[in-house]
């Protein structure tokens, strides 16, 4: 079974058919929303871009300091700001949304409840949440809620106790991908985007720590950085997610296809890639 463990659901961009629509066609059984973070963002397909990309990915894997700048000012007074245009951080997630989309696909969708701990009511709300059918466990962002990973505290230790995961957009702050792991050693993390925006530093931490994770989502990454990634931490420390819809340039139109091809073109045998494509991720929620 193929399961992405990261998309986020904002019918603005992708409409719930339209995201079955094309999960059946790339044979993906599942997916772990996510309420959305930001307003609509399409793309512009512009080589420009992807030459900003491709820079950006370089400074943050060989002059880390310096992509590491780059990537604070992604966000500013509450925009995330990218190419020139600005898109508004969402500061409460609205995770009923994600409750109305599996209300309507139980089969084919399943639910992380997204938290912002400096709302005191989102805190309040986890549990609530978690009560419902389909969610399976907590999506934290410090980088565009603008929080250091300390904050996360209580809702770290409720998920330990749960024995549930969750997945984290890290920020920049030193150090925080090692704080969660080792003050709560039994806790699940996955680590969104690879690790973003560490990468090797983090890839070192992550591959001796037995309940961490990174996934393969979004287009911060390339199929190279995933390369990487799996023979850094071995296959069963990586899990496949999309981050859709983001990364679209059209209404409707998302190619699950290009997150899919980084998996299925690794070199290695096919039994590990079906790990990385669902089995990791179900061992955890299951």
């Known amino acids: 079974m193929n399961v992405d463990c990261h998309f986020h ?57 310096i992509g590491l700048k780059i990537y604070d000012g992604l966000v500013k007074d509450g925009y995330f700001k990218l190419y020139g245009n600005s898109y508004k951080i969402f500061t409460k997630p609205n995770n009923d949304i994600v409750v109305a989309a599996i209300d309507r696909f139980p089969d084919r969708f399943l639910g992380w409840v997204a938290v912002n701990p400096l709302i005191p009511e989102s805190v309040e709300d986890v549990e609530v949440y978690l009560n419902k059918p389909g969610f399976i466990g907590v999506k934290a962002h410090p980088f565009m809620h603008g929080y250091s990973i300390k904050a996360l505290d209580p809702v770290a230790a ?31 993390v996955i680590y969104a985007h690879a690790g973003l925006p560490f990468w090797k530093q983090l890839w070192k931490f992550v591959k001796d ?25 071995g296959y069963r420390k990586v899990l496949y997610g999309c981050d859709g819809p983001y990364g679209m340039k059209k209404f409707n139109e998302y190619d699950y296809s290009a997150k899919k091809s980084w998996i299925e073109s690794l070199q290695i045998p096919d039994n590990q890639k079906e790990y990385i494509l669902g089995k990791n991720f179900l061992g955890l929620i299951n």
């Open 9 to 65: 659901v904002d019918e603005t961009m992708l409409t719930l058919e339209k995201m079955i629509e094309g999960m059946d066609k790339h044979n993906v059984s599942k997916t772990a929303l996510i309420a959305p973070m930001n307003e609509t963002m399409f793309e512009v397909d512009s080589t420009f871009q992807h030459n900003l990309q491709s820079f950006f990915r370089f400074l943050i894997l060989n002059a880390p300091q």
């Open 209 to 233: 720590q037995p309940n961490v994770y990174v996934d393969t989502s979004s287009d911060y990454l390339n199929p190279s950085i995933v390369k990487n990634a799996v023979e850094s931490l």
């Open 158 to 188: 409720m998920c330990e106790s749960k024995a549930i995961p969750m997945i984290i957009h890290l920020s920049s702050e030193p150090d925080s991908f090692k704080y969660l792991p080792e003050r709560y050693p039994k806790l699940k």
